[in-house]
């Protein structure tokens, strides 16, 4: 159990290692987003997964994991992000005189309920990977440590050859 | 290089069973496959990167760069797709094929699924036809796939099969939950559920282990190689002739043509992407319904100046695969054991016999959910977004099952491929371009299925259900598209005859789901199997030496 806990928790350092490596845009930890871009999206995507007693899309590495897919499979999204976030605050600014990152959680949820009305395109992208992110697999950066599936009840890491024990009598994952 | 009594295209289904029967026969044989060899060592569960939510990119290939194919949607607009789109109808490519990473239901047809024409009349517009062959030419061979790649399960709680002269060899696995919810409500509707057969070893079999019951199968390698495909079955057992060569990485440019209209070998791109060419005395396509089209098509020459065995404009027509249909019922107890694969129980009472509707298909409860697959399969009431979507995927995620099942396509002769006049793969072939659909019966079809799943889920005291219908405009051919190189003894409206050999040249056969005429209810991959062994003996029959003549 632990040697695969720390397995992911290891590669989730090497790929941070990474991602400051090369980062693309001026003075920025990400490997595609500018820290502004960043912040917007974390705003966007913690509508999307908000925090309540498990963690938020961001908390949860949703993030690292969109960064990292829009230099690899995700590039041709990268104009639409840039684009749909740039979008966002403009909806802001007009709206509240604040970009989206700066507004109150009330705010942001107005904000976020009308790019699904007015830019329904990115909004859905936005909500997969949102979503991609924080249920798939941790390697890609979201799911930290299997946070999600473990808000599922499902055994984190899996025991493997399950059906050999009685799960019923025990205590069950 | 020198000359092989046969060269097979692609190491799927099809293509390794073929391969094992030439080459124990004694044919000396070459073996191309366009992917890799994986094995149990490269098995990694990554729900975001698979052979069925390949969110980033398959992991059984093709890659997503330079293997795009062109959609034209139902308003005829043109799309680039990439092989990890949906519209690209992707199967697999690597050794293995498809049955590398598959579910591995491994069903018999019935019976009438090969004379759809004759027991239900052509519905107008489309073009539904009897096989050439029937459910009792392939019964033996049935047989002998099911032996020779391993399959459990348990037919006795149905009526609803065809005569079969042996059991399965290997039980069933012991029911998941799921199973044990589904079977009495089943009953109680007077349904006969059963055991899904499956290319699994529920015991030791084939000097393998069994499976230990993981989350992640469909779309996924089987790191104790319990999971019976022709990688670790038929091919292995081909090359331990010394008779067979295996050349993977491998893509198959054009079959070439000799002055009098007979196949002389093939030209291929090898791994590092050198053109080659392979002289043989004969040449199997087992390509999988799309890339074999493709293929043929690609195959021109001033004998064949539209491809080969395309005379009649026949190749790359009646695409098809399955409309899946059906529904989730909600729970308020957990209904999830996490004992894997998941899917256990079916029924086949809905195949055929509903007056108004030609055919149906099966029903039964699907593989392991991956939490991934359930984000947009919440109860209809549910947000899309935020707390509340948040909240129900942790109520429902372990209190849902899923029903549903393959509806038979009634198949359309302008659901094709065809080859697209600008886009180029990275060898520079012209890629495959889909468009069309199968008749709209199917989707009348389907819908009475969605109800039929939703009806077995209210039996088991499901809370509520809500009903999916598929998309009802989109020919579905991805991992079981078949139909394009159709079986039939009239050379104007089919491509192979009834041995598969291609109607106008000899030593060409089709073999892999391409000949299906008509896709059954029913997971095809064992009856691409059957026909395999049965075009096989057929093939070696008439082989005399070194030279073929039919
Ligand atoms: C995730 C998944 C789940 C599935 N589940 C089931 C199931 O439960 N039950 C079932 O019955 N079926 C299932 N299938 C479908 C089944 O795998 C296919 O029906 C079957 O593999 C098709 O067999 P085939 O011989 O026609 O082609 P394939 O098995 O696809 O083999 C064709 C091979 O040809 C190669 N090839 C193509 N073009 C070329 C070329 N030009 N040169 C060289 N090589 C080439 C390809 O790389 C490929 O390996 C599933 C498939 C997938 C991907
Ligand atoms: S469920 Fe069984 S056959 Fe499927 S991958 Fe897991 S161990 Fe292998």
């Known amino acids: ?173 | 290089m020198k000359r092989v009594n046969a060269v097979v295209i692609g190491a799927g289904a099809g293509g390794g069973i073929v391969a094992k029967e030439l080459s124990m026969a004694g044919l000396s044989v070459v073996l191309l496959e366009r992917g890799k060899w994986y094995t149990p060592y490269d098995c990694r569960k990554d729900d975001l990167r698979n052979q069925r939510t390949a969110v980033l990119g398959n992991a059984f290939g093709p890659e997503d760069h330079g293997n795009p194919r062109v959609w034209v949607d139902p308003a005829g607009a043109e799309h680039i797709a990439l092989p990890s789109d949906g519209i690209y109808q992707n199967n697999a490519a690597c050794v293995g094929g498809g049955t590398f990473s598959y579910g591995a239901m491994a069903w018999r047809y019935l019976p009438q699924d090969f004379r759809m024409k004759s027991t239900y009349g052509r519905p107008e517009g489309s073009s539904l036809e009897d096989w050439p062959i029937g459910y009792d030419d392939l019964e033996p061979f049935y047989e002998k796939a099911e032996y020779e790649i391993g399959i459990s399960g348990d037919y006795s709680g149905t009526p609803f099969h065809g005569p079969r002269r042996r059991p399965l060899p290997m039980p069933p696995l012991p029911p998941n939950r799921e199973f044990e919810i589904l079977e009495p409500a089943a009953k109680r509707l007077g349904l006969h559920p059963f055991h899904i057969p499956m290319a699994r070893n529920a015991v030791p079999y084939n000097g393998r282990g069994s499976c230990m019951r993981c989350r992640w199968c469909v779309g996924f390698a089987c790191e104790v190689d319990a999971k019976n495909g022709s990688q670790n079955t038929v091919i292995p057992t081909a090359l331990s002739t010394g008779n067979c060569e295996l050349r993977t990485k491998c893509m198959v440019k054009e079959i070439l043509t000799d002055n009098g209209g007979s196949a002389r070998g093939v030209a291929y791109f090898d791994a590092d992407g050198h053109l080659q060419e392979q002289p043989s005395d004969i040449v199997v396509v087992s390509a999988c319904a799309i890339e074999s089209a493709r293929l043929l098509l690609n195959s021109k020459s001033r004998l064949f100046p539209n491809g080969m065995g395309n005379r009649y404009d026949q190749v790359g027509r009646n695409l098809q695969g399955h409309h899946y249909t059906g529904a989730v019922g909600y729970f308020d107890f957990d209904t999830y054991d996490d004992i894997g694969p998941g899917a256990s129980i079916a029924v086949t009472d809905y195949n055929h016999g509903t007056p108004g509707l030609c055919g149906g298909g099966l029903l039964a409860n699907e593989f392991i959910r991956l939490p991934i697959q359930m984000i947009d399969r919440m109860p209809s009431d549910t947000p899309r977004w935020g707390l509340g979507h948040k909240r129900a995927m942790r109520d429902f995620y372990k209190r849902n099952i899923v029903v549903m099942g393959p509806t038979q396509q009634i198949p359309a002769a302008d659901a094709r491929v065809t080859l697209d006049s600008t886009v180029r793969d990275k060898w520079g072939l012209p890629v495959a371009r889909i468009s069309g659909n199968v008749h709209p019966h199917t989707f009348e079809i389907g819908k009475k299925q969605a109800d039929r799943a939703a009806a077995w889920l209210k039996e088991t005291g499901a809370v509520s259900i809500s009903r999916f219908a598929g998309k009802g405009v989109l020919v579905s051919a991805g991992q079981h598209q078949a139909g394009t190189c159709r079986m039939g003894d009239d050379p104007r409206s089919s491509v192979v005859n009834k041995q598969c050999q291609i109607h106008d040249v000899d030593n060409v056969f089709v073999i892999d789901s391409s000949v299906h005429v008509t896709n059954g209810g029913f997971n095809p991959a064992l009856t691409i199997m059957a026909i395999a062994y049965y075009a096989s003996e057929a093939l070696l029959r008439n082989w005399k030496g070194t030279q073929f003549r039919s």
């Open chain 1, 1 to 173: 159990m632990l040697t695969r806990r720390r397995f992911v928790t290891a590669s989730a350092i090497a790929g941070a290692g990474l991602a400051a490596g090369c980062a693309a845009r001026k003075n920025s930890a990400w490997e595609f987003l500018s820290e502004k871009d960043a912040r917007t999206l974390t705003a966007i995507c913690d509508q999307i997964i908000p925090a309540d007693d498990f963690p938020s899309a961001s908390q949860a590495g949703v993030l690292t994991y969109v960064d990292r897919q829009l230099v690899r499979h995700f590039q041709r999204f990268q104009k639409a992000y840039i684009k749909g976030l740039n979008h966002a605050n403009l909806l802001s600014r007009k709206r509240f005189s604040l970009d989206l990152a700066e507004a109150t959680p009330q705010q942001k949820l107005q904000i976020v309920s009308a790019i699904e009305q007015q830019n329904p395109e990115f909004f859905e992208l936005v909500r997969s990977h949102t979503l991609q992110g924080y249920y798939g697999s941790p390697r890609h950066g979201g799911n930290r440590e299997g946070v999600s599936w473990r808000m599922l009840g499902l055994s984190e890491p899996p025991i493997r050859g399950s059906a050999q024990y009685d799960l019923a009598s025990g205590s069950r994952p």
